[in-house]
């Protein structure tokens, strides 16, 4: 229901702001994580304002895999990386159709590795800016986003022993 995902969203905001102030550590319970099941999971729980925004989104799962996380964190991770696309799309098509906007979630595998990459057709992360993309609370769009979603997602990442890379063009 809309109330359980704005609840869901709520605790995912505040999980990140807790991480990311370095209060919170993720030593969480750990377990195989399915790529396919976390992607749908995050997708399916994300509370997107209408149908037009879910439909920017989609999935492609080319290789299943598994990793070792925290499946509710590692959702929540990918749910903040939602949230920085739509932004981004908004700040790209402000004033056009949102149908123009598109996110791709894409799981697949290069050799023994787990790959998930996440892109859209916003507006991007200005040259100037992105060697600071590894900075705590860091946004390129300063009054549209809090610059949460990338740092919380770096440090699940790191803790399951893989890392994050930032292409912007």
Do not use: W
């Not at 056009?96 to 990459?117: F, K, P, V």
């Not at 992105?130 to 803790?159: I, P």
Request: glycine share 8%.
């Amino acid at each position: 229901s809309q109330i359980h995902r704005q609840i869901r969203n709520v605790h995912s905001k505040l999980d990140t702001h807790v991480t990311n102030a370095g209060i919170l550590h993720l030593a969480s319970p750990q377990s195989k994580v399915s790529a396919y099941e976390v992607i749908h999971e995050a997708v399916g729980a994300y509370p997107f304002l209408n149908a037009e925004q879910r439909m920017q989104v989609q999935v492609v799962i080319e290789t299943d895999f598994e990793f070792i996380s925290s499946f509710v964190r590692f959702s929540q991770g990918l749910s903040n990386l939602i949230t920085n696309s739509l932004t981004a799309i908004d700040l790209r098509f402000a004033g056009h159709s949102r149908n123009e906007g598109c996110i791709q979630i894409h799981a697949s595998t290069s050799g023994s590795d787990g790959l998930i990459r996440i892109s859209d057709n916003g507006v991007g992360i200005p040259a100037a800016l992105q060697n600071l993309v590894d900075e705590s609370v860091f946004t390129a769009h300063r009054g549209a986003a809090l610059g949460l979603g990338l740092t919380y997602m770096e440090r699940l990442v790191a803790f399951a022993g893989g890392q994050v890379s930032v292409e912007s063009i």
